[in-house]
């Protein structure tokens, strides 16, 4: 197996969530490496800069992306996330990916997209 994409890592995110409980970010990646059955040197494998792990540092992105979607949010603390009302209702259609073109059906996530491309053009 090799080590899955943000797109990838959102909708598992969400399942785990799911029970409305703040996580913080190491469980979350425990049970997404777990999930995701990756071996010891999937798990520990570094981004070519070598300043991260390349599983948390996607782990990161998915929870970033979800966050803008307003799917889920960050509680008491750093690190730690909480699933929102939106994200218990997109947990129960069991997508396989949630990418950011999935994700612009959201109001939150679209606005945001919108002001990165903004401020790309500027």
């Given at each position: 197996m090799t080590v899955p994409?943000?797109?990838e890592i959102g909708a598992p995110l969400l399942e785990f969530l799911k029970d409305k409980k703040v996580h913080h970010i190491e469980k979350i990646?425990?049970?997404l490496?777990?999930?995701f059955e990756l071996s010891e040197e999937e798990r520990n494998l570094q981004k070519s800069s070598g300043n991260e792990g390349l599983f948390h540092n996607r782990i990161r992105w998915a929870n970033f992306y979800l966050r803008k979607a307003g799917l889920i949010e960050s509680a008491r603390g750093t690190g730690k996330s909480k699933i929102t009302?939106?994200?218990i209702e997109l947990a129960k259609?069991?997508?396989t990916i949630i990418d950011t073109d999935f994700l612009?059906?959201?109001?939150?996530?679209k606005e945001y997209r919108e002001s990165v491309l903004k401020k790309k053009r500027s």
């Open positions: 994409n943000q797109k990646w425990v049970f490496a777990d999930h009302e939106s994200g259609e069991k997508q612009m059906r959201y109001p939150m996530f």
